[in-house]
Structure formats: C-alpha cells, structure tokens
Nanobody, 127 residues
Framework: QVQLVESGGGLVQAGDSLRLSCAAS????????MGWFRQAPGKEREFVAA????????YYTDSVKGRFTISRDNAKNTVYLQMTSLNPEDTAVYYC????????????????????WGQGTQVTVSS
C-alpha cells in the first residue's frame, strides 16, 4: 500500500516557476511508475507527466513538454514536478498518482490503471 502527499503549490505570476513534491510512504516506492495529473475548474482530470521505476523513462503531455520536468528520488520516496514558464492555463489542482506498470506510453494518460492518488495541491497562475 502506498500513501501520497503533494506539496509545493501556490499563487504565482505568469512566467514564474514552481516545484511540486509528492512524498510517498511504503518500502516498495521504487517499484511504482509515478505520474502527475491536473484538474482545472469545470474540466476533467488531465494527464501531465509520468516517470518509470528507475527514472530512466519519462512521458509528457504536449502542452507541458519543454516547460515541465518530472523526476524522482527513490532514496527519499519522493517524485517532483518542476514547472517553468507558467501561464494561467496551468492553473489547476495537481495530483500525484502511482501505478505498477508502464505499459504503453499512451496508456499512461488514463486514470484507471493508477492505484494510488494524493489529495492534490492547488497551483494558481495569475496574468
């Protein structure tokens, strides 16, 4: 069983940077594929990024590619999302999630195969 807690959200201006953290419990954290999702008001939950067990593979949605970087430190049981060049369209509640298998990269976009979810952290970007 894995418990996830996000932190690092806040209110920033367009063009600013922000680093989100997701702290995980459990001795087998390194065996999980980790992902970040976000949900804006009135919209469905959207995939943002994912990272493999060892951190060697990453996958991003097109709208954040080149601006966001996902990373993990298995020794600290933590996954990060470094966000740069933020704009108001990035405003959302950001969720950390964990799943057992990578599978097909396109399949990482769906929420169904993620077994554990954090409670989310709010990111608000003003213009």
């Amino acid at each position: 069983q894995v418990q996830l807690v996000e932190s690092g959200g806040g209110l920033v201006q367009a063009g600013d940077s922000l680093r989100l953290s997701c702290a995980a419990s459990g001795r087998t954290f390194s065996n999980y594929v980790m992902g970040w999702f976000r949900q804006a008001p009135g919209k469905e939950r959207e995939f943002v990024a994912a990272i493999s067990w060892g951190g060697t593979s990453t996958y991003y949605t097109d709208s954040v590619k080149g601006r966001f970087t996902i990373s993990r430190d298995n020794a600290k049981n933590t996954v990060y999302l470094q966000m740069t060049s933020l704009n108001p369209e990035d405003t959302a509640v950001y969720y950390c999630a964990a799943r057992r298998d990578w599978g097909k990269s396109e399949g990482l976009r769906g929420t169904g195969r993620y077994d554990y979810w954090g409670q989310g952290t709010q990111v608000t970007v003003s213009s």
